[in-house]
């Protein structure tokens, strides 16, 4: 599990670069604010007691739900498949039946933590620390899932079920199984923590329930911050994928006649026609290609099988995922540059990137929907349209076929183990690309089982067997990896992958989100085309590049995405139009501003439990012109987590604009005593010092911040910019050159250089810098009329 951090805070540079080198020198810094990511959303719970007794959940059935158990008259088969699946087992009250662990007086440490599992009768108890570090004993309400490893869950009065870290692995003995780990591995979390079982990365109520249970409702009560969470099943049950089923028990008890689509359901989990996969003698693989058509069933897994943020309750089976999640997109951290993955991602986003996606392949082509076991045993699934004969020669493998060699799903599908023993596989089915090592540092499947031998002899063996020209149906990386350093080489081939109707829309998606790193003006047609694509992902990146732009602009190319038929959308479209009001706009516009400004905030008041919920209403607020509301906002993210250091930034910063500095300031020191790694409250104290024209206070704070946040060049930027205007101007240059060599593209960084060799007098060097920043800025005419004037002899 990755170390939590907040969301990185996003920095603007007004106007040139030497405008802003004067802002700084003057000492009005400007503030920050926490970037949006609902897609990653992390958040803590508040304060609460630990109990020896089991709080309850409600179980709830609500109207058209009729439960697993009613579909068994007709479906004996299917249902007998499903009862022996994840789905089923993903959750359970605590049962001598249900829970697989050894609870017989057993005892374990990890890295100073302590826990000791017994039972009393029919009850599951745990001896463990709790959230103020002292050892209790809790009783275990639910286990949660089943294979490879079964956690169990504690349920506290107010409603909240907390993950324990202590899971037990239900692997056989043989491999390494039937023993008690930490989910967390080598790493450990403190009580008041984020990743401490307590703390609000393991909150089932909103990390764990919606994928777990059916029908869930979360139920948080922001008044009395509690929870009433309801469902209709403990576990994935049949109406979780097809919806509430009464309506079907109706329409087969009128004798199965009418509507033969439906057949009683509100929507269809998945529709799609025959088609034929016999692969094509020439090639070995199958020619068809399948549009896929608007009830698809990938939309229907992908709700629990993606990476995303919860925006509606309102789920329908075979709608678009956009319709009620927000997807994340190809980013830093989460995917490789090439789009394998990196983090606790899941499968649908890799697989979106596939050429099977492309060619109309779905879930179910490959996977049994109700038992969740392949079709076939390894390679035998690829070949129910794939060529074995073929596709096992040495001729496409490199390998003599027999005992030992791999087999498509070691090349074609690396796996990732996560949670010490969950092995995890790649579904974008990508072609080995070793090359991509050596010149990118992505991972290549060939060196996972060749770890002892380079990257490069990899590269070599595969052009050797196939050419230099066979590299896949996936072709983003060095695009994607160019746009995350702020190369300018990465504009062309960014603009072409947005561009482009025939690459996966994730991959457009991601590409329109890349491009707003550059000029709007470079962007502008990509951005037009992105809202109008017929991906809603790819919508809502195109929304997100308009930020930059004048208010009638935005206006104007966002007002049709206000009654676009996907929430998602018109939500995004709000965010892009927050600082116009509806009394401006004639209708139609006028109502469909009102009814997406509503849908924001409802989607902020179901997420209310979350500081990151609580951030985005705020930023909104402020830019609705309604600052106590968003000072509010703020103020209860901070109660429901002291140590959100975003939170406590914004805040500070709205405090400065309202003339409130010294309360701002005391909120800063409140979150480093809390958090005091976290760079950025360091950042904005140092910002406030120097407004208050504490100068040497200021800069130990800039500096520290600087050396806690290596990776982001901002802060060295303000650091050394700080040093410079102080009287310091040796070790700003120190600072600032040093922070340019490991990030060549960053223009704040470019330009306080250049405008110091100008005062220096090193034509050279600015000349130089000038160059280079120009080339970051191709559409600005005065930086290109320097840049010219300083490059003649």
């Not at 469902?231 to 033969?260: F, K, Q």
């Not at 309750?313 to 540059?337: M, N, Q, V, Y």
């Not at 030992?404 to 690309?433: E, L, Q, W």
Request: charged share 20%.
């Amino acid at each position: 599990m990755r170390r939590w951090r907040p969301s990185p805070l996003a920095h603007g540079v007004a106007g040139s670069v030497l405008a802003a080198l004067l802002v700084l020198a003057m000492g009005l810094l400007q503030g920050e604010t926490a970037r949006r990511d609902q897609a990653q959303a992390q958040a803590r719970p508040p304060a609460m007691g630990a109990e020896s007794g089991i709080g309850q959940l409600t179980p709830h059935t609500p109207a058209g739900y009729v439960g697993s158990q009613a579909c068994a008259a007709c479906h004996a088969t299917t249902l007998a498949d499903w009862q022996g699946s994840d789905h089923a087992k993903a959750m359970a009250v605590a049962t001598p039946q249900s829970v697989l662990g050894d609870f017989s007086d057993v005892a374990i440490a990890h890295h100073g933590e302590t826990a000791r599992f017994r039972r009393e009768g029919e009850r599951f108890l745990v001896e463990t620390q709790g959230k103020d570090g002292k050892p209790e004993s809790f009783a275990i309400s639910h286990s949660f899932g089943w294979r490879p490893l079964q956690q169990y869950l504690v349920t506290f009065p107010d409603g909240r079920l907390q993950a324990l870290p202590w899971a037990w692995d239900t692997r056989p003995q043989a491999q390494g199984g039937q023993r008690w780990f930490h989910v967390y591995g080598e790493q450990s979390f403190p009580p008041g923590d984020a990743l401490h079982w307590t703390g609000r990365m393991q909150n089932w109520n909103f990390m764990c329930a919606e994928c777990h249970s059916t029908a869930v409702k979360k139920g948080y009560d922001a008044a009395s911050n509690s929870f009433r969470t309801t469902y209709s099943e403990v576990s994935i049950g049949c109406e979780s994928c097809h919806g509430p089923a009464a309506g079907h028990l109706a329409w087969a008890a009128a004798g199965r006649t009418g509507d033969p689509v439906l057949k009683g359901f509100e929507a269809a989990a998945a529709r799609r026609g025959a088609v034929d996969w016999t692969p094509d003698p020439a090639t070995g693989s199958p020619a068809a290609h399948v549009a896929r058509p608007p009830g698809d069933e990938v939309e229907t897994c992908a709700r629990c099988h993606q990476r995303r943020g919860t925006i509606s309750e309102d789920w329908k089976p075979g709608r678009s995922i956009a319709d009620t999640h927000l997807p994340a997109l190809l980013t830093s951290g989460l995917f490789e540059a090439d789009g394998q993955m990196i983090d606790e991602v899941f499968t649908d986003q890799t697989f979106r990137q596939s050429k099977m996606h492309a060619k109309g392949v779905i879930c179910s082509d490959c996977h049994d929907v109700h038992s969740g076991r392949l079709k076939a045993e390894g390679p035998l699934v690829c070949s129910q349209c794939h060529d074995r004969q073929r596709f096992e020669a040495a001729t496409h493998t490199g390998h003599q076929p027999g005992r030992g060699a791999p087999d498509c799903i070691t090349c074609h599908m690396p796996a990732r183990t996560y949670m010490v023993v969950d092995k995890r596989h790649d579904h974008s089915f990508r072609v080995p690309r070793p090359d991509l090592t050596v010149s990118l540092g992505v991972p290549n499947s060939c060196n996972s089982c060749h770890a002892d031998k380079p990257a490069q002899w990899a590269a070599e063996a595969v052009v050797a067997w196939h050419g230099p020209q066979r590299k896949g149906f996936q072709d983003h990386a060095r695009a994607f990896h160019d746009a995350r350093r702020g190369d300018p080489a990465a504009r062309a081939p960014l603009i072409a992958l947005a561009s482009n109707p025939q690459i996966p829309g994730i991959v457009r998606a991601t590409a329109q989100s890349e491009l707003g790193r550059l000029p709007a003006i470079a962007t502008e047609g990509v951005i037009r085309l992105g809202l109008d694509d017929p991906d809603p992902i790819v919508r809502i990146a195109a929304l997100r590049n308009l930020s930059p732009q004048p208010a009638e602009i935005r206006l104007r190319w966002a007002q049709e995405r206000l009654a676009d038929p996907v929430l998602g959308v018109r939500i995004e479209a709000a965010q892009a139009l927050a600082d116009i009001s509806p009394e401006t706009v004639s209708e139609p516009v006028r109502g469909q501003l009102t009814r997406a400004f509503a849908a924001f905030e409802a989607a902020q008041a179901l997420n209310a439990d979350r500081p990151e919920a609580r951030a985005a209403l705020a930023l909104y607020l402020i830019r609705r012109g309604r600052p106590d509301a968003a000072e509010a906002e703020l103020r209860a993210g901070l109660a429901l987590d002291p140590a959100a250091v975003d939170l406590a930034v914004n805040l500070a910063d709205l405090l400065r604009q309202r003339g409130r500095d010294p309360e701002g300031e005391a909120v800063l020191r409140q979150a480093i005593a809390l958090a005091p790694k976290e760079p950025y409250p360091h950042h904005a104290l140092g910002l406030a010092l120097v407004r208050q024209r504490r100068y040497p206070e200021a800069l130990e704070s800039l500096a520290l911040a600087s050396r806690l946040g290596p990776r982001d060049a901002q802060l060295a930027y303000v650091h050394g910019v700080a040093l410079q205007s102080l009287g310091q101007p040796e070790q700003g240059r120190q600072v600032l050159r040093s922070a340019l060599q490991a990030n060549p593209f960053h223009a704040a960084l470019l330009g306080a250089l250049l405008a110091d060799a100008q005062a220096r007098r090193d034509l050279a060097g600015a000349a130089d810098l000038a160059g280079r920043l120009s080339r970051l800025r191709p559409d600005d005419a005065e930086l290109a009329r320097l840049a010219a004037r300083l490059a003649r002899p």
